[in-house]
RNA sequence: GUCCCCAUCGUCUAGUCAGGUCCAGGACACUGGGUUUUCAUCCCAGCAACGCCGGUUCGAAUCCGACUGGGGACGCCA
């Protein structure tokens, strides 16, 4: 049994997007899966739009996610004079043939074809030159293309496809393509055929809108006299109108930097794209990386697009709804200490991160991010939401203030009472902290809740948060009893 | 327009290949309830789909055929 080998060739136009980490997800998962190796192959051949920093945010994105590969990156344009060998093979093997039809030529036929209202498709005018006319027309300097020579025979080529089955075509409906250029340099077609065969690729897994492509693929490895890997061909992934997702028309939603950003775990996004097109086969949702290696496998591939539902200027949810509870369940199912680490360089962006939560405060860190990671959705919430648990600069919402602190006039008095007897507790722990503000409440004759819930936005500016007093004994005693002092200010702002 | 592919809740999907166990299961979202002196977590319940028509069959989500709908490809892009 031969090594399986796989290739992610994403072209260095952009950022990596979801789709593109998705197909580079599937063909990593089955190279692990079968103990093959993954290449990354930069197909760069594009100058015009292939830029640096598109390379860089590609293997960002992907080491981000975690997807590691075999070999590589390779550079599609390291081997171009391969590219352009093969492609002389073929046309001395009279497999390929030169063209000279100009674009304009070829652009005024089309046109005509569609006002008939027919397909057009290169009619062959330059397929069988004779040798005397082509030397004469490369003498007198004519530019030209080098074209496939399509089989001129009757009946159907075909491939299996892993997903969705035997794919045909009959040869006469492909035509002649270009694969090189008139600058010499050769096309995608025969560039990716060419790698593949070097590469020794084995599986090719990549999205259905190159199923036609395939066809002629085929054609080009026959040509070559090499085997045609295994082909399976994974549905897209569309957005609510049901068009093909791309970073021209939808932006930063799609871009895999985008949910670093956001405070995203990657391997929450990871398994909920892997979900887009493949299921086990039962009602497991969530997988560790080895049960998801494990079970991976090409024939429950979906054959149907799905809809990354996303919806524009959604205040709820800014992105699809089951993602986000895929990252709030790894949020909050993870060992704490993953999640303390993860959440540390959202820390440190805010300016909130202490060295100390690294050393002699690493519990205290750990048990405070525990405590609030229940109501967070995003990692990047700690340095928001959380802010008041890190730092003493923390704004006062709207909404809280109205509610629980300006209704009550009294607080003014009453919290900074509390604040007193707090400071003059023997031991500030859960019970004496919690008596104290209920006997205070007693004695005011005021409702428990009035104390606790004026506390809370006082001391975190938020609305809801964990218990009460689970909040003062992370927060401190003296930081609590400060902010409780302050609460004047308070009126004092909303006014 | 031509060729190719696809079709189950709003969304992701199980079930289709080997027809009965499916008046269709799970998850997200949504609604209601329980827990919580907050909010969330958590738990329980509810809502919600086999595109349409015909055929085969004792029996069809499942097989066959049309129709309809959706998507993709038709570049000297990748």
Known sequence: MTETRLRFPPSPTGYLHIGGARTALYNWLYAKKTGGKLILRIEDTDAERSTQESIQGILDG??????????????????????????????????????????????????????NKTTYGYDGTCRDLDASVVAEKE???????????????????????????????????????????STGKPLYLLCNVVDDIRDRITHIIRGSDHMTNTIRQVLLYNALDAPVPVFAHMPLTLDTKKAKISKRKHGEIVAVQFYQEKGFIPWALSNFLVLLGWSPGNDTEFFSKEELIDTFSLERINKTNSIFNYQKG??????????????????????????????????????????????????????????????????????????????????????????????????KEWLPMLADRYEALEEFNLESAEQTARDLATELEI?????????????????AGPSMFDILMAIGRERVVTRLRGVAKLYEIAV
Not at 146 to 152: E, L, M, Q, T, Y
Not at 314 to 340: Q, V, W
Not at 343 to 354: M, N, Q, R, S
Request: glycine letters at 8%; charged letters at 30%.
């Open 447 to 463: 409702k428990p809740g009035v104390i606790i819930n004026g506390m809370r936005t006082v001391v975190t500016g938020q609305l």
């Open 62 to 115: 992907m080491k981000w996610l975690g997807i590691d590969w075999d070999e590589g990156p390779y550079f599609q344009t390291e081997f171009e004079s391969e590219h352009e060998a093969m492609a002389n093979k073929l046309l001395a093997e009279g497999k390929a043939y030169k063209c000279f039809c100009t674009k304009e030529e070829l652009d005024i036929k089309r046109e005509a074809a569609q006002k």
């Open 314 to 411: 959604n205040a709820k949810f800014f992105t699809d709804p089951k993602a986000i509870s895929f990252n709030e369940h790894y949020l909050r199912t993870m060992p704490i200490e993953e999640i303390a680490a993860m959440v540390k360089p959202f820390l440190e962006a805010e300016g909130l991160w202490d060295s100390s939560y690294d050393g002699d405060k690493k519990e205290w860190y750990t048990s405070t991010i525990d405590l609030i990671r229940d109501r967070f959705q995003m990692l990047s919430d700690f340095g928001d939401r959380g802010r008041a648990y890190f730092s003493d600069e923390f704004t006062v919402e709207q909404k809280p203030l109205k509610k629980n602190v300006l209704k009550h006039e009294g607080l």
């Open 139 to 181: 003498a007198a300097g004519l530019p030209f293309v080098i074209r496939f020579k399509v089989p001129a025979i009757d009946g159907e080529i075909g491939y299996d496809d892993k997903v969705l089955g035997r794919i045909k075509a009959q040869y006469s409906e492909i035509e002649d393509f270009v694969i090189v250029r």
